[in-house]
């Protein structure tokens, strides 16, 4: 018997836990008072030794949240006493906290908790305190109407006696109660006819619809790219089926063919690079035009460029070669790590104080000669 009580006492326990979390809506019952009413087996305890009895109850309820509710409960009855050859009356009146799991209203599973008092009449045995547990069920049968049926044990503080009390009845709940209800769907919209696809016009057959085709003419058996166009690999502005010189380089001048336009004369480019007196350092602000030869460089890749270096007349003859030859080093050098062409293109020769420009004699002059040509041939 007492092993009853555990198992009681275990559910309850996690019941009343989860409780806390509940989402409670005190719109679900608009009246929190009811009676209840039915019949209850009395099973006493061994040690009692009295013979189990079916006893009529009633009580007195108040649901003051959605799930939980205080009952006052009470039954009275008379009960064998097989040792006297005779019978005893008795009460049992029990104030009772119940939990269900879901809101009044509601079939739903419930805990039952509280002190119960006994009273014995008719023989020496007096009153006795007792815990009473258990475990019960709502079945409705009408919105404010249900069956309650329950499984109660009782444990005797004085003695330690196990009584269990099983029992069924009705639940009445003054008012209304209402049940939460799932929102009705709202009805399907009438799904519209899919219209009939559409086929894609492409009228040169490219693979590529007309509406994204800006190239919309493209001969038959054409390779094309995202928008309808002939290919250009080489991208020098020539469509494969009309490029005459495939893989010609980036920005290399081509004819309508999309071949090499060969340089048939030398060109001179005159370096506007002023060197200090006796140095080879190349200023900055000759970048741009350093640029102009890489910019020939690029459009005729064949072609060969020499960077030729002068000097003015002052200092040895000797002397004004090597520095010549290290300017026109200077400049070349320059232009192959600032402009990304080809090294094997590019060559540097100096020429010393020979083929002046100017009058050695004034300082203008002589400023003149210190230049730098670039020859693309």
């Not at 009676?35 to 030794?49: C, H, L, P, Y």
């Not at 005893?88 to 599973?109: H, M, Q, V």
């Not at 008719?122 to 049968?141: C, F, N, P, Q």
Request: proline content about 5%.
């Amino acid at each position: 018997m007492k092993k009853i009580i555990s198992a009681l006492l275990l559910p309850s326990a996690l019941m009343a836990g989860s409780a806390v979390a509940a989402d409670l809506d005190f719109n679900d019952i608009k009246n929190k008072t009811y009676i209840t009413g039915g019949a209850a087996n009395v099973m006493f305890d061994s040690d009692r030794n009295m013979d189990d009895s079916l006893a009529p109850f009633g009580g007195l309820g108040f649901q003051f949240k959605p799930k939980w509710a205080a009952e006052l409960n009470y039954l009275m009855t008379s009960a064998d006493v097989p040792h006297t050859k005779g019978s005893t009356e008795f009460d049992i009146a029990s104030l009772l906290g119940i939990y269900n799991y879901k809101p009044a209203g509601t079939d739903s599973i419930q805990a039952r908790a509280g002190l119960a008092k006994y009273n014995f009449g008719g023989w020496d045995a007096g009153s006795e305190t007792a815990l009473r547990v258990g475990v019960g069920y709502d079945k409705y049968i009408k919105d404010n109407l249900s069956v309650n049926v329950f499984l109660d044990a009782l444990y005797s503080f004085g003695d330690g006696e196990i009584d269990v009390i099983p029992g069924i009845g009705l639940k009445y709940y003054f008012g209304d109660v209402t049940k939460k209800s799932t929102p009705a769907k709202p009805a399907p919209k009438p799904v519209a006819a899919k219209p009939a696809p559409v086929k894609p016009v492409d009228t040169d057959r490219d693979g590529i619809e007309d509406k994204f085709d800006n190239c919309p003419n493209t001969a038959a058996n054409i390779k094309v790219d995202a928008k309808g166009c002939e290919l250009d690999d080489d991208k020098d502005g020539i469509a494969n089926s009309q490029d005459k010189c495939a893989n010609t380089p980036m920005g290399a001048q081509i004819d309508a063919m999309g071949c090499r336009v060969v340089l048939e004369a030398a060109i001179n480019v005159n370096l506007d690079v002023k060197f200090a007196n006796n140095s080879m350092e190349v200023a900055p602000q000759y970048h741009e035009d350093m640029a102009t030869v890489a910019q020939y460089m690029k459009r005729y890749p064949d072609a060969q460029v020499e960077i030729q270096g002068y000097t003015d007349s002052r200092g040895s003859e000797a002397y004004n070669q090597k520095l010549s030859e290290k300017r026109a080093q200077a400049v070349m050098q320059y232009i192959i790590n600032n402009f990304n062409v080809k090294g094997e293109n590019i060559s540097s020769k100096g020429y010393g104080e020979s083929k002046p420009i100017a009058d050695n004699m004034l300082a203008a002059g002589r400023e003149q000669n210190r230049r730098v040509v670039a020859v693309i041939k």
